[in-house]
């Protein structure tokens, strides 16, 4: 590494990256390619020789950035937003420049002390119970992902519990979530070795606008009791991905506490508003939890990857996932004096991802958080009324946050119960490359998303979205 090398060809890449955030909005925000585009355009082997940086950014440019899908574009409404931020990329760019390896204490003392003071400052921003700082004998880690922090509680609650009824009681063991939990769970109890029939995904309806009702957990967990099965896990939602329908936790945590269930709390998206005050309810009974996670990289400023997971009882999962081979011990581990996350996660490796946290929260402060929350659910709002307002669309359930479901009606007498429809128009539209909405499916039927949470959308933005959605309806509809 020639340090004046990298400032030469560093300043070049950041010059090429602030023109791609300039030019953002000429790109159509779903990327237009088929399948197989990029085989065409590049040799079939490595370069024996090497070519300059200007080479490299020439092909970035013409056949890269078409096959990208814009997540940052103001125009990006799908799924759930991936934030960056310049506080967020610049954390990044200081910890591929430092790029250490931070597993054990002894590897990076900084690294391991930032994510354990951040996740301090964080849980205190939340108003987490006093049980999941590090101080105690909890504490917060920094997982790669939302599946990566599902995954590893579950199996430090699945090894707790077999150390009480024995290591034979696994295929009786059961897990529960909504049956709009996110697909990770599922993924974590096949992990697991978790019988995957005894995933019970519960019923939601309408009635409870989507959220998991504690009668119907209690009534599953009885009749799996009266079976001889093992209730042992509960996966809460605030914030689905379907609809951010959000759990009762309250009264879920009175049932997972008399039956000794282990109660995770998969906040990924919502999470991120429990910041500012006037959502903060939506995650009271966190209190009761024995997990609490939230992605800082869907709607917190802070570039991907960076999912924050906060535990009550470390000791929990150190038991599940430490190893202690000869190569790493050293005094501060064996001292017992220090944190080793490697003990906390599935990889032994981990990057310095505390340091863009870090820096979004000391760059924006958490009013300047609160702000950026507080903006997309008033424009998120905004699309609200204006669905509401033209009577051929319909909004399926209350919005919470900045995610808006809704759907165009089918015409009185139509074969098609709106599925159809729906599907066409969704498709109509993202195939503009103005615009890139998502879908799910609520009760049977098919549901528009637009959520909005990229950091450079305004409202000029959501009335764009909104009026191709109107000329594509119209269009549909008249030729029916
Ligand atoms: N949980 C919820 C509610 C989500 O919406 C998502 C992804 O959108 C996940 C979990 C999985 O997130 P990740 O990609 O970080 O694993």
Known sequence: MDAE????????????????????????????????????????????????????????????????????SPNYFAYFPSNSSIAGFLGEMLSAGINIVGFSWITSPAATELESIVLDWLAKALFLPQDFLSNGKGGGVIQGTASEAVLVVLLAARDKILRTVGRS????????????????????????????????????????????SPDVLSEAISNDIASGLIPFFLCANVGTTSSTAVDPLPALAKVTKTNNIWLH????????????????????????????????????????????????????????????????KNKASEGNMVIDYKDWQIPLGRRFRSLKLWMVLRLYGLEGLRAHIRNHIALAASFEELVVQDAR??????????????????????????????????????????????????????????AVGAPLTEVRHVNAAWQILQEKATALLENL
């Open 169 to 212: 009681a696994l295929p009786k063991l059961v897990t529960y979530a909504s049956d709009h939990v996110h697909s990770s769970l599922l993924k974590a109890c096949q992990i697991g070795g978790l019988d995957p029939e005894l995933c019970r995904l519960l019923k939601t309806d309408s009635s409870t606008n989507f959220a998991l």
């Open 265 to 328: 709390v998969d906040a990924a998206y919502a999470g991120s508003a429990c910041i500012c005050p006037e959502y903060r309810h939506f995650i009271d009974g966190v209190e009761e939890a024995d997990s609490f996670n939230m992605n800082a990289h869907k709607w917190f400023l802070t570039n991907f990857d960076c999912s924050l997971l906060w535990v009550k009882d470390r000791s929990a999962l150190i038991q599940s996932l430490s190893t202690n081979p000869e190569f790493l």
């Open 393 to 450: 669309f319909k909004v399926v359930t209350p919005r919470t946050f900045s995610l808006v479901c809704f759907r165009l009606l089918p015409p009185p007498n139509s074969e098609d119960n709106g599925n159809k429809l729906n599907h066409d128009l969704l498709d109509l539209v993202n195939s503009t490359g103005s615009v890139f909405i998502t879908h799910t499916v609520l009760s049977g039927e098919y549901i528009l998303r637009l």
């Open 5 to 72: 090398q990298l400032r030469e060809q560093a300043h070049k890449m950041v010059d090429f990256i602030a023109d791609y955030y300039k030019t953002i909005e000429n790109f159509p925000v779903l990327s237009q390619v088929e399948p197989g585009y990029l085989g065409k355009l590049l040799p079939d082997s490595a370069p024996t020789y090497p070519t300059t940086l200007e080479h490299v950014l020439n092909d970035v440019q013409h056949k890269i950035l078409p096959g990208v899908t814009h997540w940052q």
